[in-house]
């Protein structure tokens, strides 16, 4: 059975900094911060109406699974502190399995796509004109091939309600300087490969994802934000992969396809998820937990 679904948390012991499209931030000192994932989600930049029990536990479990596995990689935000410990009594059942306590970081203006599959945004670009995000691909690659590298394709962050951009190397380098553009492309990448090759031994293709990074005082790069969920990834079954045809997905591109075949316009306000959307989703989170961590 589901917990009764949280769309929008209510703590008043912390002070709060920000309602993203899922997650909720308050601030705990100077120096920390709690980060609530609420059972929100969005599609096409919008926020849909209706919550999806469970998901925000099950994005907590699966990014604090990641964050663990590659700290040898990468520093992250994780300070271990107890959310319950930093929220008032009677409001622990908001952040009970579902928040986590972070370092507070300078967090970089870009979303460090990566993307290992050609599949999404990156198989329209390639069909228009044989290149990625203005990467040049070999011709004759089909839809969902493997490409034969991982492509690093750095987007701007936008607002709650705006789209997000693609955009170029010398475009991210001016936004952050050509060494740490460097920087986040080579952890990006690093984080992608080894988190795909253990995600293959779970039966699970990761076809592409996004890492965001933060910087603490002394300049070092810090993975914050989620990690490697069905959130900000797209997870294939393997035993479902053929090139040439899109996978069916454990991340959220099933309530993306029952949005556009609604009709709906991708403008706010969304129109609300009918039940069945919202079980099927429901399982669908949960089955990557399942195979990822077990």
Not at 29 to 44: E, G, K, N, P, Y
Not at 148 to 159: G, M
Not at 190 to 196: D, F, G, I
Not at 210 to 234: M, N, Q
Request: proline share 7%; hydrophobic share 45%.
């Amino acid at each position: 059975m589901s917990s009764p679904a949280l769309f929008e948390t209510t703590i008043r012991s912390l002070p709060l900094l920000h309602r993203g499209k899922v997650r909720d931030i308050y601030a705990v000192d100077d120096t920390r911060m709690l980060i609530v994932t609420t059972d929100r989600l969005s599609a096409f930049d919008v926020v849909l109406p209706t919550p999806i029990p469970d998901k925000g536990r099950v994005l907590t479990a699966m990014a604090d699974f990641w964050f663990r596995k590659l700290a040898p990689i990468l520093p992250n935000q994780l300070t271990g502190d107890a959310p319950e410990a930093v929220v008032a009594a009677d409001e622990v059942d908001q952040v009970a399995g579902r928040a986590i306590v972070v370092k507070r970081l300078q967090a970089l203006p870009v979303e460090a796509i990566v993307r290992g599959y050609l599949v999404g945004s990156g198989w329209a670009d390639y069909q228009n004109g044989g290149s990625v995000c203005g990467i040049a691909l070999p011709p004759g690659l089909r839809l969902a091939e493997r490409l034969p590298e991982p492509l690093f394709t750095p987007s701007t962050k936008a607002a709650v309600g705006a789209h997000d951009e693609n955009i170029d190397l010398a475009h991210c380098a001016a936004l952050l300087g050509a060494d740490l553009t460097e920087r986040v492309r080579d952890a990006a990448v690093a984080l992608y490969r080894a988190a795909a090759e253990y995600a293959l031994t779970r039966g699970i293709i990761i076809a592409d994802t996004k890492f965001e990074f933060g910087l603490d005082e002394a300049g070092t790069l810090t993975l914050i934000d989620e990690v490697l969920t069905p959130d900000s990834s797209r997870f294939w079954p393997v035993e479902q992969y053929r090139v040439g045809e899109n996978p069916p997905s454990f991340d959220k591109q099933y309530v993306r396809d029952w949005l556009t075949a609604s009709g709906w316009n991708k403008r706010p306000p969304a129109p609300a998820l009918p039940a069945e959307v919202v079980d099927k989703t429901t399982q669908k989170y949960r089955e990557a937990l399942r195979r990822l961590t077990g």
